[in-house]
């Protein structure tokens, strides 16, 4: 049984996404992919799949769907206002859609990107091995209204809703920073400099690339001029010849000659995604050693939320179909205890 998501409304950026394309750097093609990879693994936990789906990307506000056969869905990554047909969904949860309802999300409440993934996952053409949208590449397309996606079957339409507490990565915060093979190219006293300062992020922002403002002096390298190109890659601090740092993200260039004075750890780039226009960032120095006990296998990172997940509390003032709940288990003819007096 086929089941038809159509999309009534969109926001601005709304994109088909999963983990993106490895394995084609040679060609010139970076990965792309969800810019927060984790919030496509707590979907993951909070669905009880055995593996990411693909999920739509809502970069600032969602837009109104509809599906053709009940099916669950999770809500993950930056915090959106939710309503089916009115009545408020919980964020960081799992839901069931019923033929007929609207599911209707609206902007950020923090962060810059929410997801929408189902428990059958979502198909679409896939370009390279992947259905993800690479704009920068020129594969896929932003979503508009009237688009319509086949679901797989849902497994387990009737599972009790889920939730999960989220790593705190919306508003902004520290970022680690390992060092490159560039890093030497910055003098200590400019690399100590750079973890001292206070950074914000950027309305020049989108899925290559970050930039952060500061209001001290540029970060500059002495040879960055003789610098040949070089591989590239997500998380590196990329210098401009004006010295303004840019933050790599999914859908970087695979080559460049600015000089990159470290490397955000994979698993801080989720903030560094979800960071806001106007959020407060700054690095912290760690060493590779560092960098490689703090690296997760995937499989690690889906073990370990789902032993976090937990039955969702709906609270009774929200439930418009209170009613026909089976609240109370018994009865009773009201006499026993009277005659035990």
């Known amino acids: 049984m086929t089941t038809t998501l159509t999309i009534d409304s969109t926001g601005p950026l709304v994109t088909v996404q999963d983990l993106g394309r490895p394995g084609f750097i040679a060609l010139g093609l970076s990965t792309g992919g969800a810019m927060d990879r984790l919030a496509l693994y707590e979907a993951a936990a909070l669905l009880g799949t055995p593996a990411p789906q693909t999920a739509l990307e809502m970069a600032g506000r969602g837009g109104t769907f509809r599906v053709t056969h009940a099916t669950r869905f999770a809500l993950t990554g930056a915090?959106?206002?939710?309503?089916?047909?009115?009545?408020?969904?919980?964020?960081?949860?799992?839901?069931?859609?019923?033929?007929?309802q609207h599911l209707t999300i609206g902007g950020t409440l923090s962060g810059s990107y929410g997801y929408l993934t189902f428990a059958g996952g979502l198909t679409a053409p896939a370009l390279l091995g992947s259905?993800?949208?690479?704009?920068?590449?020129?594969?896929?397309?932003?979503?508009?209204?009237?688009?319509?996606f086949a679901l797989g079957v849902d497994a387990t339409p009737d599972r009790t809703p889920q939730t999960l507490s989220p790593t705190d990565r919306f508003n902004g915060g520290s970022l680690r920073l390992m060092p490159g093979p560039q890093s030497d190219e910055?003098?200590?006293?400019t690399r100590t400099r750079f973890a001292q300062t206070p950074f914000i992020r950027s309305a020049q922002a989108n899925r290559?690339?970050?930039?952060?403002?500061?209001?001290g002096p540029a970060f500059t390298a002495p040879n960055a001029a003789t610098l040949m190109s070089d591989f590239i890659a997500p998380g590196?601090?990329?210098?401009?010849?004006?010295?303004?740092?840019?933050?790599?993200?999914?859908?970087?260039?695979?080559?460049?000659?600015?000089?990159?004075?470290?490397?955000?750890i994979a698993a801080d780039l989720p903030r560094m995604a979800q960071a806001p226009m106007g959020a407060?960032?700054?690095?912290?120095?760690?060493?590779?050693?560092?960098?490689?006990?703090?690296?997760?296998?995937?499989?690690?990172?889906?073990?370990?939320?789902?032993?976090?997940?937990?039955?969702?509390?709906?609270?009774?003032?929200?439930?418009?179909?209170?009613?026909?709940?089976?609240?109370?288990s018994g009865v009773t003819r009201g006499d026993e205890l009277a005659a035990t007096i």
């Open 79 to 100: 915090p959106m206002s939710a309503q089916i047909d009115g009545t408020g969904v919980a964020w960081h949860a799992s839901h069931s859609l019923q033929p007929g």
């Open 280 to 328: 407060s960032l700054a690095f912290e120095w760690i060493t590779c050693d560092q960098a490689d006990v703090l690296f997760q296998t995937d499989a690690a990172i889906l073990a370990k939320l789902r032993a976090t997940v937990q039955p969702l509390r709906r609270n009774p003032a929200d439930m418009r179909d209170l009613l026909s709940y089976q609240l109370i």
């Open 131 to 148: 259905p993800s949208a690479h704009l920068a590449a020129g594969l896929g397309a932003r979503i508009t209204a009237g688009d319509t």
């Open 208 to 215: 290559q690339g970050i930039r952060l403002d500061q209001s």
């Open 186 to 189: 910055f003098d200590a006293a």
């Open 236 to 264: 590196d601090v990329q210098l401009t010849g004006a010295g303004l740092p840019y933050v790599l993200m999914a859908e970087c260039q695979t080559i460049g000659g600015y000089p990159r004075i470290g490397t955000v």
